[in-house]
């Protein structure tokens, strides 16, 4: 028998709430040898994004580039071997969903980076997945965002990705862990600009992972947006105190 | 708060996989009691009662029950009744009767739902106080066990916390469990109160009929008593012999004739595995699934062909010796020749215990507690109950479950559910024979009536806009008199290049019933209305069925629209589908719109309307005839019910119209359109219904009947069966067409509804129809396939999304079984019910009727009788028969003396009612002319009333003669079944 989404009492499996976020930790500045890092544990899904850049392109990039002058931005995503409940990956490099989440990244931080800053120079961003338990983009996402912060990039404002589900009974659900994802109800993904202009949020990225019908769609986007603008508050609490964690040490050290 | 769940699972490759996942934590889980001051409680979350009155002489302070997982599961029963109420169901026993049951789960669930029980639901498993972690060496059973001790234990000092604090009497819980080392922990260690759910139930001296209802299982040991079957293997013993290919898994078949036979449909064996004899059945129940093992092939034997009826007078006290029963099983099974792979159960893989409808079996010992109940169904055994009201039971039908079988019983042992009515009464039987058909026929709960529009219904502007706006056109629907789930209605007008436009509007319940909504899902499992002959069990909520859905005059309604441009020959020059807002301007009768085509004074829109659509019916019918679409008949009857009584008063042959066949045609019309239309848009996932060309073979009897009769039928297909039907007429014998179209439907396969991309466009055709795709568009109101079809056509269309089910093909599959299964079962029901007011109609009389031969059979004739629709039989050989018959296979022949039987030939035979058997009362018939000495009865003269006052209310019939005919209704059920 599938499991509900919902129970009667309004518990999702997990025991969350309709509108909550999984519990989300994060840090900037985990690693030391590149110009930016960050970590994010978003549910049970654990993901390290780090940044090197910005550089003199490499040989191999600029020629690819065809030797312009443009701002080059590589994106590669990797799965840790035991990244899925603990059974063995086949480690694929060059997947085909690899390279469909990498264009993606690409295209969603290229929209928000200040590219004219940076013309002629490249920026790489490496990301591991070191643990899945579903919203793996999202995570993937919101990690990025923070090393690009910690790497000191210039940015038209925070991305934030995140989830949303809907039960049988038209329900919306708030940032959907893996058990949900399998118990079949539809995905909705975005990457939004929780800020930008005055009330308008922008959204950078899409993407539904099966059909439903077109009058739920408002509630579940709200449902994401919502979403969105909490996680916008989470990172930004976690840049600040490392900023004033960066400040205080000065100090000290002063 | 957080913490993490850390599971080690095998998948099913075998690997061993560690799942990690979390588990939220809250503390915002309230108690749900009125008597609480500390929980912020909303005014909805206040469930159980400040003050519980007790009921219970044991208990008389005021408490709240808490239960175990074993205590729902088991007794159910009990639990949903009234009298039980201010109770704390526990998550963990919600997930646990979940997993080990759905069909329990559904039943809790309904009491859950309904907050006059009084029954609420504590998240422990979520709650920051009450989760615990299992530890190791824990079994999980005894983990859930802890867990429900320690939710019981919050409760308890989250109460005497508010209690003491508001001064207010203290309130108890009581946690009932029969597990008792769960008992003992809780009173020793938690200092709780706690006792067996049997002593619970017993201190209810007020109610002392609930324990019956108690499932009482027997845990002690059965060592001291002899047993009467061989042990059963164990799970692990039979998983390795059907593995290594000595045992073998199937479904187990009960005999009805022979309560000492049965087989076992197993898949991989091109016969049946026949299991003979008290042992070798070791207590499997029709429809468990069990294991077999084979028996060396110079013990196999074949089937009995011997009726054999369970009539043991003093089955109280178990008998060791071989008995009678058992050796007349042997003696007739070593005669015959031909013999069947034979077997032996040696364990019970799964139990498909059901509750069984039956009744009490007098008991000559006054006084005792112990019974014996006899189900209707003759397949199942006798069950052994305990009840205290007996007396009470004698002259009702009651329902009994099955709680376990031991070894040294030889019986099952159950316990009393519930009594139906007094026997013979029509509510009763009605229910016993919806049960018996597995119709779902229980109240809507109030979760699927929580997915009913609110009222007054308000069309919107809004809605407006997305429909096309057909209320000023002249539409009508045409039913059958007093139909208020009106399905359909139709209209046409003339175009102004010549043609006619003719629309098909169809209730909108697609809109109404949303994908996978706890309505849906319910319309889903009862699939059908089942129409009895004087009551109808809808699928959908009366609201919806009889209302909103229902295309009713002069009121504006949604309906989904088929609309046609068709030239004056009916050709199809244009089809287009959308939804729309009707307002039909009459709900006719047939009768009503036969009389308003007929009068040639009348020429309003309406009536020129259906002076066109009748027109177009004709050449429509014409052509499909044409086409090879067969002209079949049922003897189909109506009753006229007493309106006091209820009781059927007269019976009659249904009166056709031309205006049945009119809307007919146009129904099947749309039909094949939406069908043709769904099936180009979806072509792997549309849903359709076909009707299986049958094989030569099924044809046989009705070939071999006929040529007797000087005439050859062909029916090498459908088109040519359906020339020879229309050219075969006897003049001397004008029902002898109708005979032969009885018996040609007979011969047919069951249509069935499937999805389009499991099979092969060839395979898509209905015979009967003669239409190389079909499907059900027209009935919304009581078809459920009309719904999905709906759904299709409307994603089609682009007036409503699709969502993933409708599009998974292994899902839709399990949804056809179940909607064929349900029509099956309806369309039993409905015979059963048809019977059974035969039976009602011919309890005080007995009448000499005109009837014909349908079949000559080894030891009988089959007698049809046109004026009721009835069929029986007149047997040729037996007891208290001197006559003597000749059979002649050849030519289908039975002689007596200078008096010859053909198929077809007329007789006299006076119906009369056997109501010697309680529960399978049955219509006897008897030859009256032509006369046989020696056989034939004498004649009465036309008809004889027994009783001449039957609607007389000082006549009161006794009970026993009351009873009824589930017997005869499973029958043709059966008949049908084999085809
Ligand atoms: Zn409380």
Redesign the interface.
């Known amino acids: 028998?599938a499991q509900e989404l919902l129970?009667?009492?309004g518990?999702r499996i997990?025991?969350?709430r309709q509108n909550?976020l999984?519990?989300i930790q994060c840090r900037l500045g985990v690693l030391e040898r590149c110009d930016g890092s960050a970590y994010m544990l978003h549910?049970?899904t654990k993901v390290i994004a780090s940044i090197s850049g910005p550089k003199h392109p490499t040989k191999n990039s600029a020629n690819k580039n065809r030797g312009g002058d443009e701002f080059i931005f590589n994106v590669r995503v990797k799965f840790a071997t035991f990244s899925k409940?603990?059974?063995r990956q086949k480690v694929v490099k060059n997947s085909k969903k690899l390279g469909e989440i990498e264009i993606n990244l690409k295209n969603i931080f290229k929209s928000v980076i200040l590219v004219e800053k940076y013309e002629k120079s490249q920026l790489d961003l490496n990301i591991e997945i070191l643990q899945t338990?579903g919203s793996e983009i999202c995570t993937v996402v919101n990690a990025a965002t923070l090393a690009l912060i910690d790497a000191g990039i210039c940015m038209k404002e925070y991305i934030c990705a995140c989830t949303a589900s809907l039960?049988?009974?038209?329900v919306a659900l708030l940032d959907v862990?893996h058990?949900e994802e399998i118990c079949?109800g539809?995905t909705l993904t975005i990457a939004a600009l929780p800020r930008t202009g005055d009330h308008e949020q922008s959204v950078a990225y899409v993407e539904l992972s099966?059909?439903?019908?077109?009058?739920d769609l408002n509630k579940i986007f709200d449902c994401a947006l919502m979403g969105c603008e909490k996680i916008r508050g989470i990172l930004d609490e976690a840049i600040r105190s490392n900023a004033f964690e960066l400040v205080n040490s000065e100090l000290t050290n002063n | 708060m957080?913490t993490?769940k850390v599971f080690i699972r095998k998948?099913k490759r075998g690997?061993v996989?560690?799942?990690?996942?979390?588990?939220?934590?809250?503390t915002d889980?309230w108690c749900g009691s009125c008597c609480c001051i500390i929980c912020p409680h909303e005014k909805h979350d206040l469930i159980l009662a400040e003050n519980p009155p007790s009921k219970s002489s044991i208990f008389k302070e005021p408490h709240y029950l808490m239960v175990d997982t074993n205590v729902i599961l088991d007794q159910i029963d009990v639990f949903e009744e009234d009298v039980i109420s201010n109770v704390i169901i526990v998550q963990t026993v919600i997930d646990e009767v979940?997993h080990r049951s759905?069909a329990i789960y559904k039943r809790l669930?309904d009491i859950?739902?309904n907050p006059a029980r009084k029954f609420y639901?504590f998240?422990n498993?979520?709650h920051r106080d009450t989760y615990i972690e299992r530890e190791q060496k824990e079994s999980s059973n005894d983990r859930n066990d802890r867990a429900i001790r320690k939710a019981a234990l919050w409760y308890q000092n989250h109460l005497n916390k508010s209690t003491k604090e508001s001064k207010k009497p203290k309130i108890t819980i009581i946690l009932l469990t029969d597990d008792a080392e769960n008992r003992r922990k809780a009173q020793e260690e938690d200092k709780l109160v706690s006792c067996s759910v049997q002593t619970y139930v017993r201190s209810l001296s007020e109610h002392p009929y609930l324990q019956d209802k108690l499932c009482i299982k027997e845990y002690a040991s059965e060592s001291d008593k002899h047993p009467v079957y061989p042990p059963h293997l164990t799970v692990v013993q039979m998983h390795e012999g059907i593995k290594s290919g000595k045992l073998y898994q199937g479904s187990f078949v009960a005999s009805r004739e022979n309560f000492l036979e049965g087989s076992v449909n197993v898949e991989c064996f091109e016969k049946f595995i026949l299991v003979q004899g008290r042992e070798a059945l070791n207590r499997a129940i029709d429809g468990d699934t069990v294991c077999v093992e084979l028996l060396p092939e110079n013990e196999w034997t074949c089937p009995s062909e011997i009726v054999l009826e369970d009539n043991e007078n003093d089955p109280i006290v178990e008998t060791i010796e071989e008995d009678e029963n058992e050796k007349i099983l042997k003696e007739s099974a070593s005669k015959k020749q031909e013999k069947q792979p034979t077997g032996k159960i040696v364990g019970i893989i799964k139990r498909k215990w059901r509750q069984y409808c039956g009744i009490l079996k007098p008991n000559e010992i006054k006084g005792t507690s112990r019974h014996i109940f006899i189900p209707a169904e003759r397949k199942i055994p006798r069950v052994r109950i305990e009840t205290r009201q007996a007396e009470k039971l004698y002259s009702k039908r009651i329902i009994v479950a099955i709680d376990q079988w031991p070894r040294h019983s030889r019986y099952p042992q159950g316990h009393f559910v519930r009594a139906l009515g007094p026997l013979g009464d029509k509510e009763t039987e009605n229910e016993v024979l919806l049960i018996e058909h597995d119709v779902p026929h229980s109240k809507f709960s109030q979760e699927v009536l929580n997915c009913l529009p609110s009222l007054p219904w308000i069309i919107s502007e809004q809605d407006y806009k997305e429909r096309v706006d057909l209320r000023k056109i002249a539409i009508c629907s045409v039913d059958p008199p007093g139909c208020t789930d009106i399905d359909d209605a139709l209209h046409s007008r003339l175009l102004p290049n010549g043609n006619i436009e003719v629309g098909v509007h169809i209730a909108d319940v697609s809109h109404f019933i949303?994908?996978?909504?706890?309505i849906d899902k319910e319309a889903a499992s009862r699939a059908t209305t089942v129409y009895l002959v004087d009551k109808r069990i809808d699928m959908v909520p009366e609201l919806l069925s009889s209302n909103l859905c229902s295309l009713r005059g002069n009121v504006e309604r949604f309906a989904f629209s088929c609309i046609w441009e068709l030239d004056k020959n009916a050709n199809i020059i244009a089809t287009k589908f959308h939804k729309s807002v009707i307002k039909s301007k009459a709900a006719l009768t047939y009768e009503e719109a036969q009389l308003i085509i007929d009068d040639k004074n009348k020429n309003d829109d309406i009536a020129k309307s259906l002076r066109r659509l009748n027109e177009l019916a004709k050449i429509l019918k014409r052509r499909r005839t044409e086409n090879g679409a067969l002209v079949l008949a049922s003897p189909e009857i109506r009753f006229h019910i007493d309106s006091e009584t209820n009781d059927p008063i007269e019976v009659a042959v249904k009166q056709l119209r031309e205006t049945n066949s009119m809307v007919e045609e146009f129904m099947l019309l749309a039909n094949v359109s939406v069908a043709e239309k769904i099936e180009k848009e979806f072509p792997e996932h549309a849903m359709l219904r076909r009707h299986p060309i049958p094989p030569q073979t099924n044809f046989e009897p009705l070939i071999k009947a006929v040529r007797h009769q000087g005439f050859d039928i062909d029916t090498s297909s459908g088109k040519h069966l359906a020339i020879s039907l229309d050219n075969i007429v006897k003049d001397d014998n004008p029902y002898f067409n109708t005979m032969l179209r009885i018996l040609a439907t007979r011969c047919m396969l069951q249509a069935v509804y499937f999805i389009s991309g499991t099979l092969t466009r060839s395979e898509f055709f209905h015979y009967g129809l003669a239409a190389p795709i079909y499907t059900h568009f027209t009935s919304p109101i009581r078809r459920y396939a009309d719904i999905i079809v709906h759904r299709l056509l409307a994603a089609c269309i682009g007036a409503?999304?699709?969502?993933?089910d409708l599009?998974d093909k292994t899902k839709n599959s399990l949804l056809c079984n179940n909607l064929n299964y349900r029509n099956r079962m309806a369309q039993y029901a409905g015979r059963a019910s048809v019977a059974l007011n035969t039976h009602l109609f011919f309890r005080n009389r007995s009448e000499e009727v005109e009837g014909y031969v349908l079949f000559v059979r080894k030891n009988a004739l089959q007698i049809l009788v046109p004026k009721y629709g009835l069929e029986g039989t007149i047997y040729l050989s037996g007891k208290n028969i001197n006559a003597k018959f000749i059979y002649n296979e050849e030519n289908q022949s039975q002689q007596c003396e200078n008096i010859v039987f053909h198929s077809f030939d007329p007789v006299i035979v006076r119906l009369s009612l056997d109501s010697t058997n309680v529960q399978h009362e049955k219509l006897v018939f008897e030859l009256v002319k032509p006369f046989i000495e020696g056989f034939s009865i004498q004649s009465n003269d036309n008809v004889m009333e027994i009783d001449e006052t039957p609607q007389s209310p000082t006549m009161k019939r006794k009970p026993m003669e009351e009873a009824v005919a589930v017997g005869s209704g499973k029958k043709a059920g059966n008949k049908k079944k084999k085809k």
Not at chain 1, 167 to 170: L, S, V
Not at chain 2, 514 to 518: L, N, Q, V
């Open positions: 028998m129970s009667l009492q518990l997990d025991g969350r909550e999984r519990q549910g049970n409940n603990g059974e338990d039960t049988n009974d038209g862990s058990l079949g539809p099966q059909k439903f019908y077109l009058k | 957080l993490n998948n690997n996989l560690k799942i990690i996942r979390e588990h939220y934590l809250r889980l979940k759905s669930r859950l739902t639901t998240v498993e979520h949303r994908p996978g909504t706890a409503d999304s699709t969502y993933a599009l």
